[in-house]
């Protein structure tokens, strides 16, 4: 495949260059993604704790790169 892959900091720049305002950087698996059973797993409560570690890390600027996909929320600059 023809594909790049940007890192955090690449985003919020290609998105500020698009004349946006960046509110923030989320990652969307965060994590999760390296857990085998995260998706198949039949425990509640195991899904409900790593849904809670996932939220809280969401955001967080050192773990972002490890996700892989990243969605950056903007608005546009008045």
């Known amino acids: 495949?023809?594909?790049?892959?940007h890192t955090p900091e690449e985003l919020e720049e290609e998105i500020r260059a698009g004349g946006?305002?960046?509110e923030k950087l989320i990652a969307v698996e965060?994590?999760?993604?390296?857990?085998n059973d995260f998706l198949t797993s039949?425990?509640?409560?195991y899904r409900i704790e790593i849904m809670n570690i996932i939220r809280s890390l969401e955001s967080n600027e050192d773990?972002?790169?490890v996700s892989p996909h990243i969605i950056g929320v903007a608005v546009k600059s008045l």
């Open 1 to 5: 495949t023809t594909s790049y892959f």
């Open 20 to 22: 946006l305002d960046l």
């Open 30 to 35: 965060g994590m999760a993604w390296v857990l």
């Open 42 to 45: 039949d425990d509640e409560a």
């Open 63 to 65: 773990l972002l790169a």
